[in-house]
């Protein structure tokens, strides 16, 4: 079975540009989550996605978007890229309602210059 | 306030040695307590999941515990090798069926030296 994966690996954008990172959960999950790492802290929680749905935001700036396919993937976008926003971000999938915890993708490192 | 607490917060041990790694939380209601490990740059990888009346999970030379009246969890791994150098992430599942939460913990980092 495949797990959940993402795309692309690296990233380098210029700092105003803008970022699109996608995600394919694990075939049969219906939520989906993005997380960022920046280096050295642990995992901020972006947004989470549900059926097509947002269902939760994290304390992120209106510039993190996203949103879910019927097919259940998932794209972040990040718009105005800023320095900062220089981090890996992680995307999880999982089965609604299961309570037993996700399934990470390997992420993708996006570096803003 | 759901809460994740991990200590310590980076450890370093010589290669063979046992090691322990703590996580307390406060978190209602409790779903469940996942251990992921985290290689540098790679997306982190589920160890062992505990739920409320399990104490003790095993997966090869990790050990997980959890006491559910204290709100307190471990990791252990033992005789320690050079690729169990990463970052350890407790996370607690909060909620009922249809509203999950995940608080994640900041992690410890262990490094392993030969």
Known sequence: ?113 | KNQVEQSPQSLIILEGKNCTLQCNYTVSPFSNLRWYKQDTGRGPVSLTIMTFSENTKSNGRYTATLDADTKQSSLHITASQLSDSASYICVVSAGTSGTYKYIFGTGTRLKVLA
């Open chain 1, 1 to 113: 079975e495949a797990g959940v994966t993402q795309s692309p690996t690296h990233l380098i954008k210029t700092r105003g540009q803008q970022a699109t990172l996608r995600c394919s959960p694990i075939s049969g999950h219906t939520s989906v989550y993005w997380y960022q790492q920046a280096l050295g802290l642990g995992l901020q929680f972006l947004l989470w996605y549900d059926e097509g749905e947002e269902r939760n935001r994290g304390n992120f700036p209106p510039r993190f978007s996203g949103r879910q396919f019927p097919n259940y993937s998932s794209e972040l976008n990040v718009n105005a890229l800023e320095l900062e926003d220089s981090a890996l971000y992680l995307c999880a999938s999982s089965l609604v309602g299961q309570g037993a915890g996700y399934t990470f993708g390997s992420g993708t490192r996006l570096t803003v210059v």
